[in-house]
């Protein structure tokens, strides 16, 4: 091999000028292109990821959202029993119907003052009551099952005397055989208690 040789030497300063450039191509264009590929790379990789959480999401959504829908029958059925006010004007309804239905007399209905538990008040009204003890029973019966809870307490039932039994006929009402005082209670959602609409 002749180092004079000028074939020799053309094609060292061939090789030499493609070293030069792709040293050129690599530091101008490759490597500013290179980490731009690699910002792309980890933006895709990360968009993925988000992707399949979307997918994962989206598939237990149909199930969270028939759940949410039991959730909220349920809830609007306690809602009736408990309900987010004190409905004076429906208790009262019930009270005079049931009161019509067992041929009774309320002689007194009395509100008291309310009491606070853990999540809802208590209405209290004492009731003064004449009838006979299948009345009574009835009454009891119905305002049990008045479409809001209802408790009673505090009972306390005597026998009417011969006159005032005597007297109450006369007045066209069947013969009552007792007076009963008792506490009926109904409840209702504290107002910080109540549940916030939810928006869809």
Not at 16 to 45: C, G, K, M, N, T
Not at 106 to 126: N, Q
Request: proline share 2%.
């Amino acid at each position: 091999m002749d180092i004079k040789d000028p074939r020799l030497h053309k094609i060292a300063i061939g090789v030499l000028v493609v070293v030069v450039l792709v040293i050129f191509w690599h530091s101008r264009f490759y490597s500013q292109y290179a980490s731009e590929l690699d910002q792309r790379q980890a933006r895709y990789e990360k968009l993925l990821t988000e992707l399949n959480q979307v997918k994962l999401k989206a598939k237990s959504l149909k199930g969270l959202q028939e759940e949410y829908e039991q959730l909220l029958e349920r809830y609007d059925k306690v809602q009736m029993l408990l309900p987010n006010e004190k409905q004076v004007a429906q208790f009262l309804m019930q009270l005079h119907s049931a009161s019509a239905r067992t041929q009774s007399r309320v002689i007194e209905l009395a509100p008291t003052s309310e009491r606070g538990k853990d999540f809802y008040k208590i209405a209290d009204y004492e009731i003064k009551f004449n009838g006979t003890f299948h009345e009574f029973g009835e009454f009891l019966a119905s305002a049990a099952n008045f479409p809001f809870i209802t408790n009673v307490s505090q009972i306390s039932v005597r026998g009417l005397d011969a006159q005032t039994r005597k007297s109450e006929k006369e007045k066209n009402f069947d013969e009552m055989t007792l007076e009963a005082k008792f506490t009926l209670s109904t409840y209702y959602v504290k107002e910080d208690q109540k549940l916030a609409a939810i928006q869809p």
